[in-house]
């Protein structure tokens, strides 16, 4: 084997790294391994046959292939050509055989890389979060919306229920209170024509007394009257005396008497008339007033009579307005308590859905990130894999 000197010089700048090539020949023979570091190509050094050559492999395997790094040097001097073939066979052998094992753990991990993409795939397609088969929930979705659509309008109107209860509760106890108010004013006026009515039963009684007294009075003064008459009558009956004389004749005294009594039986007639005509108007006032006030009594009643019916028919519709009140809001309190059931129990679905999902999306993310993590170790294999290839391929002959 001849020794040829070689000169290499770079002048382009690059970060700092070493360059090897394997080149094997058949049964180990004719293997030239060369070696440059970066400063050295960097500086111009000529590299010749007396340069110490030096390879330092490092590989690791790790990623799950439990597989440590394992380094060889081999150092090449201007010795003899027997030493350097043998370390370069026994280096050549031992990168060989890591080789294969690299390649094996290649092909063992594309296998499981290959089924875990499979499983990756099907959990996609059965339970993906943006592939998954929602349909048979929408059936129940838009089932459960249109009940909670339902409640909701329901709810709505036993609330319009209830207010327009309410309001006519209110009108009808207003118009209770006016009523009763109105009840309270005529029973009012009721006892003050009463109070009138008593009042004019008296002055009636005390007129009626009153004409008593002066039909009392006027029998009294005619009694008297004719006594005192009948005294003059017998007075001058009973004297007897005659006398004459020459003067005129004078008046006749009887005739004078009976003038008297007929004007006395006169004034005692129209007095005794304008009395009982004075009487009659004032009873026929009376009776004018009392029935008056009979009449105003009658329809007090009546009126009272229809306000209590009223009030007997507010006080009934009250009630029942009250009840209904009352059952509605049973009936919003049942439908509240019912639908807050419901809703607990749709809540309690929709987390158990959201849990699944969040699970579902933990397992995918945690696949995918085996996934990424075996596709890295695949891609950091390859770049292994084509750097051995380049390492044996390429290089240095002589």
Same mark, same amino acid.
């Given at each position: 084997?001849?020794?040829?000197?070689?000169? /290499?010089?770079?002048?382009?700048?690059?970060?700092?790294?070493?360059?090897?090539?394997?080149?094997?020949?058949?049964?180990?023979?004719?293997?030239?391994?060369?070696?440059?570091?970066?400063?050295?190509?960097?500086?111009?050094?000529?590299?010749?046959?007396?340069?110490?050559?030096?390879?330092?492999?490092?590989?690791?395997?790790?990623?799950?292939?439990?597989?440590?790094?394992?380094?060889?040097?081999?150092?090449?001097?201007?010795?003899?050509?027997?030493?350097?073939?043998?370390?370069?066979?026994?280096?050549?052998?031992?990168?060989?055989?890591?080789?294969?094992?690299?390649?094996?753990?290649?092909?063992?991990?594309?296998?499981?890389?290959?089924?875990?993409?499979?499983?990756?795939?099907?959990?996609?397609?059965?339970?993906?979060?943006? /592939?998954?088969?929602?349909?048979?929930?929408?059936?129940?979705?838009?089932?459960?919306?249109? !009940? #909670?659509?339902?409640? #909701?309008?329901?709810?709505?109107?036993?609330?319009?229920?209830?207010?327009?209860?309410?309001?006519?509760?209110?009108?009808?106890?207003?118009?209770?209170?006016?009523?009763?108010?109105?009840?309270?004013?005529?029973?009012?006026? #009721?006892?003050?024509?009463?109070?009138?009515?008593?009042?004019?039963?008296?002055?009636?009684?005390?007129?009626?007394?009153?004409?008593?007294?002066?039909?009392?009075? =006027? =029998?009294?003064?005619?009694?008297?009257?004719?006594?005192?008459?009948?005294? =003059?009558?017998?007075? #001058?009956?009973?004297? *007897?005396?005659?006398?004459?004389?020459?003067?005129?004749?004078?008046?006749?005294?009887? !005739?004078?008497?009976?003038?008297?009594?007929?004007?006395?039986?006169?004034?005692?007639?129209?007095?005794?008339?304008?009395?009982?005509?004075?009487?009659?108007?004032?009873?026929?006032?009376?009776?004018?007033?009392?029935?008056?006030?009979?009449?105003?009594?009658?329809?007090?009643?009546?009126?009272?009579?229809?306000?209590?019916?009223?009030? !007997?028919?507010?006080?009934?519709?009250?009630?029942?307005?009250?009840?209904?009140?009352?059952?509605?809001?049973?009936?919003?309190?049942?439908?509240?308590?019912?639908?807050?059931?419901? /809703?607990?129990?749709?809540?309690?679905?929709?987390?158990?859905?959201?849990?699944?999902?969040?699970?579902?999306?933990?397992?995918?993310? !945690?696949?995918?990130?085996?996934?990424?993590?075996?596709?890295?170790?695949? /891609?950091?294999?390859? *770049?292994?894999?084509?750097?051995?290839?380049?390492?044996?391929?390429?290089?240095?002959?002589?």
């Amino acid at each position: 084997m001849t020794t040829r000197s070689t000169r /290499m010089s770079f002048t382009r700048s690059a970060p700092a790294y070493r360059a090897a090539s394997i080149y094997a020949g058949a049964g180990g023979r004719d293997v030239r391994i060369s070696s440059a570091s970066a400063s050295s190509l960097r500086s111009g050094i000529p590299l010749t046959s007396s340069t110490s050559y030096k390879l330092s492999s490092g590989l690791s395997g790790g990623m799950g292939a439990g597989y440590g790094g394992a380094g060889s040097s081999v150092t090449a001097s201007g010795g003899s050509s027997a030493s350097i073939l043998g370390n370069e066979k026994g280096a050549m052998q031992n990168l060989n055989d890591r080789l294969a094992n690299y390649l094996e753990t290649v092909r063992t991990l594309e296998k499981a890389n290959k089924e875990l993409e499979l499983k990756i795939l099907g959990a996609l397609e059965t339970g993906g979060p943006d /592939m998954r088969d929602y349909s048979k929930y929408e059936p129940i979705i838009d089932d459960l919306r249109r !009940q #909670i659509f339902d409640k #909701i309008m329901e709810n709505a109107r036993l609330v319009l229920q209830i207010d327009n209860a309410r309001l006519a509760a209110d009108d009808f106890k207003v118009k209770s209170e006016n009523e009763m108010s109105i009840r309270l004013s005529v029973e009012a006026d #009721i006892a003050g024509l009463k109070k009138v009515l008593d009042e004019t039963n008296m002055s009636r009684l005390n007129i009626e007394n009153e004409i008593e007294a002066v039909k009392e009075e =006027l =029998l009294f003064l005619k009694k008297n009257h004719e006594n005192e008459v009948m005294e =003059l009558r017998s007075q #001058i009956s009973q004297s *007897g005396v005659q006398v004459d004389v020459d003067a005129p004749k004078g008046q006749d005294l009887s !005739q004078i008497m009976e003038d008297m009594r007929a004007n006395y039986e006169k004034i005692a007639v129209k007095n005794a008339e304008d009395l009982k005509r004075w009487h009659e108007n004032q009873i026929a006032d009376v009776q004018v007033q009392v029935s008056q006030n009979t009449e105003a009594l009658q329809g007090a009643q009546m009126e009272k009579s229809d306000l209590s019916r009223q009030i !007997q028919t507010l006080e009934i519709e009250l009630a029942s307005q009250q009840s209904l009140k009352a059952s509605i809001e049973d009936t919003l309190r049942n439908t509240e308590l019912r639908n807050n059931m419901e /809703m607990e129990k749709y809540n309690n679905l929709i987390i158990r859905l959201e849990e699944e999902l969040g699970s579902l999306r933990a397992n995918i993310q !945690q696949q995918t990130q085996e996934y990424e993590a075996l596709l890295n170790m695949k /891609m950091k294999l390859e *770049g292994e894999i084509s750097t051995y290839k380049t390492l044996l391929d390429g290089g240095d002959f002589k």
